[in-house]
Nanobody
Framework: QVQVVESGGGLVQPGGSLRLSCTAS????????MGWYRQTPGKQRELVAV???????DFADSVKGRFTISKDNAKDTGFLQMNSLKPEDTAVYYC?????????????WGQGTQVSVSS
């Protein structure tokens, strides 16, 4: 079974930085895409950033210019570098890992890591 684990969350002051990590294990398939989502109470889970196996990236408008996403294919690990953090970035951040092979695909979620931006 595939296991997805996030780490790196914590409490940081506005303007600070955090680096989140996401590691997928338990599968011999290559990762097709890895996305970061976030969710706060009363709101739907929203896409923050995504990176494909080919290296293409996309970001939510609210984080463009502040966040970057990267990956280490050999370790099945992805990273979300968050800079210039704002209080509105406070949320539980979830990693989603997508596998696709010969037209079939599956998605797996981590349990999330808390990011709190506050003075």
């Amino acid at each position: 079974q595939v296991q997805v684990v996030e780490s790196g969350g914590g409490l940081v002051q506005p303007g600070g930085s955090l680096r989140l990590s996401c590691t997928a294990s338990g599968s011999t398939f290559s990762i097709s895409a890895m996305g970061w989502y976030r969710q706060t109470p009363g709101k739907q889970r929203e896409l923050v950033a995504v990176i494909t196996s080919g290296g293409s990236t996309d970001f939510a408008d609210s984080v463009k210019g502040r966040f970057t996403i990267s990956k280490d294919n050999a370790k099945d690990t992805g990273f979300l570098q968050m800079n210039s953090l704002k209080p509105e970035d406070t949320a539980v951040y979830y990693c989603n890992v997508k596998y696709k092979i010969v037209g079939l695909e599956a998605n797996y979620w981590g349990q999330g890591t808390q990011v709190s931006v506050s003075s």
